[in-house]
C-alpha cells in the first residue's frame, strides 16, 4: 500500500466526458511527496464490480471513486482531502454530499443533506446548489452520494463490495458507506463554502431498477435506518 498515493477510478461508456473530468483532475495541485494516478474503467457490468476492478488495480492509499461527469472545482481537493484524513484515522470514507441519517425507505433525498456541489442541466442554477450544513471541518453521515467518493485503504484489509448483491448502478453508495461503518470507521462530509465539485449529469437517471435495488439494500441493511 503506497499512503503517498492517490487514485481517481471511474466507470465510463464516453470517452468525451471522461476525458473533460480527467482535464480537471491533472489541473489540481498535487502536494509535495504525492503521486497522483488515473484509473478509468469501459465495461463494467455495474458500478460496484467496475470500482472493484479499479481498486484492485491500484496500490494507492487513497482511492477516489467518481462518475466520469463529475468535474473537481477546488485545486486543492487533494490537499483538504488528506488534511482531514490526516485528522483521525477512523475516518474511512469522505463524500461531498451526504445524509445524517437515513429514512426508512432508503432514499437519500427524503431526509437532511449536508454538504455541496453544483450541479448542471437544463435548469442549472449557477449561483450554487447547497444544502445546509452546520459545523466547521466536516459532519458525520450514515451514508453519501455516489457522485464521488474518497476512501481510505487500510493496510492487509481490502474494501468490501457488494457487487454480489447490488450487481447493477444503484445503491452502490449506500452500501460503501455501511460497509465503512460496520468496520467501525466514520464517513464524513466536508464544510464547503464554495462548492468543490460540479456534476454535470444533466438531470437524466435511469429508475428502471432502482426500487429492485432499493428493497435489497433494505433488507441488507434494514438496521441502518434512522429511529
Excluded at 464516453?14 to 504525492?34: H, K
Excluded at 449536508?114 to 442554477?125: P, V
Excluded at 457488494?162 to 449506500?174: H, P, T
Aim: net charge negative.
Amino acid at each position: 500500500m503506497n499512503n503517498k498515493k492517490i487514485c481517481f477510478i471511474m466507470c465510463t461508456d464516453n470517452d468525451v466526458c471522461a476525458s473533460e473530468s480527467i482535464t480537471y483532475i491533472n489541473r489540481l495541485y498535487v502536494p509535495e511527496g504525492m503521486q497522483v494516478e488515473i484509473l478509468t474503467v469501459k465495461e463494467a457490468t455495474s458500478m460496484l464490480s467496475g470500482y472493484r476492478e479499479g481498486y484492485e488495480s491500484t496500490d494507492a492509499g487513497y482511492v477516489v471513486f467518481m462518475h466520469h461527469d463529475v468535474f473537481i472545482l477546488n485545486r486543492y481537493f487533494i490537499q483538504d482531502i488528506i488534511s482531514i484524513l490526516s485528522s483521525d484515522e477512523r475516518i474511512g470514507l469522505i463524500g461531498m454530499v451526504g445524509a445524517p441519517k437515513l429514512s426508512s425507505d432508503f432514499i437519500m433525498w427524503n431526509d437532511r443533506r449536508i454538504g455541496n456541489h453544483f450541479i448542471k442541466g437544463d435548469n442549472a442554477d449557477y449561483s450554487g446548489y447547497r444544502y445546509s450544513i452546520d459545523k466547521e471541518g466536516y459532519e458525520d453521515v450514515t451514508v453519501v452520494d455516489g457522485f464521488l467518493m474518497v476512501y481510505r485503504r487500510i493496510e492487509g484489509k481490502e474494501a468490501v463490495f457488494r457487487d454480489d448483491i447490488l450487481d447493477g448502478w444503484d445503491f452502490y453508495d449506500v452500501s460503501m458507506s455501511i460497509e465503512v461503518l460496520k468496520e467501525g470507521r466514520r464517513v464524513v462530509v466536508p464544510v464547503q463554502d464554495q462548492a468543490w465539485c460540479l456534476h454535470d449529469d444533466q438531470g437524466l437517471q435511469s429508475m428502471l431498477n432502482y426500487d429492485r435495488y432499493r428493497n435489497i439494500a433494505l433488507e441488507e441493511y434494514s438496521g441502518f435506518i434512522a429511529s
